[in-house]
């Protein structure tokens, strides 16, 4: 069954970079698509960015376009999230999640359980 454990998460300042990791075990990564996810304090739970299992199709929220990219090594069983020019409103607990395989990717075709996150905090 696959399992999947986000970490790189931290403290960093506005401006800052960080790249989250999603690492899979128990089930080869490349089937699934994989999205991220992430939930600020007293909001819901939004979907960040994901990545297809076919061909890579990759798709990015409005509000990270243009600073975040989602990529995956399917030798390492991992995907990553590398995030740039941060913003205090990307200030949340970022999780990834698998999603159904395909062409596209699509953020309600989730199809396993949540992990425990990892904590983003970017502030000065």
């Known amino acids: 069954q696959l399992q999947l454990v986000e970490s790189g998460g931290g403290l960093v300042q506005p401006g800052g970079s960080l790249r989250l990791s999603c690492a899979a075990s128990g089930s080869p990564l490349d089937y699934y698509g994989i999205g991220w996810f992430r939930q600020a304090p007293g909001k819901e739970r939004e979907g960040v960015s994901c990545?297809?299992?076919?061909?890579?199709?990759?798709y990015y929220a409005d509000s990270v376009k243009g600073r975040f990219t989602i990529s995956r090594d399917n030798a390492k069983n991992t995907v990553y999230l590398q995030m740039n020019s941060l913003k205090p409103e990307d200030t949340a607990v970022y999780y990834c999640?698998?999603?159904?395989?395909?062409?596209?990717?699509?953020?309600?075709?989730?199809?396993?359980?949540w992990g425990q996150g990892t904590q983003v905090t970017v502030s000065s």
């Open positions: 990545i297809s299992s076919i061909a890579d199709w990759t």
């Open positions: 999640a698998p999603l159904d395989p395909g062409n596209v990717c699509t953020f309600g075709d989730r199809v396993g359980s």
